[in-house]
C-alpha cells in the first residue's frame, strides 16, 4: 500500500473509500489508516488531503450506494423477497424501523468494516428519507476520516495495534445489537406489523 500511496497519494485514498462505499470489498480503513501514517512519517503528503479524500470518497460512494438500493434494491426486494422470508409485512418493518433509526444506523456502520460497505445500499432498499440519510451519511464519513486519519497521524505506527482491536470490538458490539435485534424482532414482530401499517398503509409499490 506505502507504494500506491507514494506514487498517488491521496488520489488512491479517495478511489478506495469510495469504491468500498458503493459496497466493494476493498481496504478503505486500511489505506486511510496507512496514508495517515506515512503522511505523519515522511512529510511527504498532506493529512489535511488524505482526511479529505476519505471524507469525500465515503460520501459519494455512500451515495451511489444509496441510489443503487433505492433504484434495484426495493424492487427486487418486492418481488423476490418472499423467496427469502421477506414478506411485504416484514418489508414494511424494515422500513419502519429504519425511518425512525436509521440516522443511527448509517451513522454507527461507519466504523464497522462489513456494514461500512453496503450501509448505503440496504438504507436506499429500504427507503430511508434521502435528508436524513444525506446528514447521517455526512456526520459519519467526516467522525470517520477525523478519528481513523488524525489519529493515524499523530500516533504514528502505533495506531495499527490500536485501530485492529478498536473495530473487533464494534464488530462484537456490532454482533450484539445484531443478535439483540432478532429476539427483539421474534418477540414483537406482530405489534411492529401494525405500527408499520398506520405508518405505510396499503400495498407497497415498486417504483
Known amino acids: 500500500m506505502k507504494e500506491l500511496i507514494h506514487q498517488y497519494?491521496?488520489?488512491?485514498?479517495?478511489?478506495l473509500v469510495f469504491l468500498e462505499s458503493i459496497g466493494l470489498p476493498l481496504p478503505g480503513e486500511a489505506i486511510l489508516v496507512t496514508a495517515a501514517i506515512f503522511a505523519g512519517t515522511t512529510q511527504e503528503l498532506s493529512i489535511v488531503f488524505v482526511v479529505l479524500a476519505a471524507i469525500i470518497g465515503a460520501l459519494l460512494g455512500s451515495i451511489i450506494g444509496f441510489?443503487?438500493?433505492?433504484?434495484?434494491?426495493?424492487?427486487?426486494?418486492?418481488?423476490?423477497?418472499?423467496?427469502?422470508?421477506?414478506?411485504?409485512?416484514?418489508?414494511?418493518?424494515?422500513?419502519y424501523l429504519f425511518r425512525r433509526q436509521g440516522m443511527l444506523v448509517v451513522l454507527i456502520a461507519r466504523f464497522v468494516a462489513v456494514l461500512r460497505s453496503v450501509v448505503g445500499f440496504i438504507a436506499g432498499a429500504n427507503?430511508?428519507?434521502?435528508?436524513?440519510?444525506?446528514?447521517?451519511?455526512?456526520?459519519?464519513?467526516?467522525?470517520?476520516?477525523?478519528?481513523?486519519?488524525?489519529?493515524?497521524?499523530y500516533l504514528g505506527k502505533g495506531v495499527e495495534q490500536f485501530a485492529k482491536?478498536?473495530?473487533?470490538?464494534?464488530?462484537?458490539?456490532?454482533a450484539i445489537v445484531v443478535i439483540s435485534a432478532i429476539v427483539y424482532w421474534r418477540r414483537k414482530e406482530q405489534q411492529l406489523?401494525?405500527?408499520?401499517?398506520?405508518?405505510?398503509?396499503?400495498p407497497l409499490q415498486a417504483e
Open 67 to 95: 441510489w443503487i438500493g433505492d433504484r434495484y434494491g426495493y424492487p427486487l426486494l418486492l418481488r423476490y423477497g418472499s423467496y427469502i422470508g421477506l414478506t411485504e409485512t416484514r418489508i414494511k418493518i424494515a422500513q
Open 127 to 153: 427507503r430511508m428519507p434521502v435528508t436524513s440519510f444525506m446528514i447521517a451519511n455526512s456526520a459519519g464519513a467526516i467522525a470517520w476520516a477525523l478519528f481513523y486519519g488524525l489519529g493515524a497521524y
Open 193 to 202: 406489523a401494525a405500527d408499520a401499517e398506520r405508518a405505510i398503509p396499503g
Open 9 to 15: 497519494g491521496a488520489w488512491i485514498v479517495f478511489a
Open 165 to 174: 482491536p478498536f473495530a473487533m470490538a464494534l464488530a462484537v458490539v456490532a
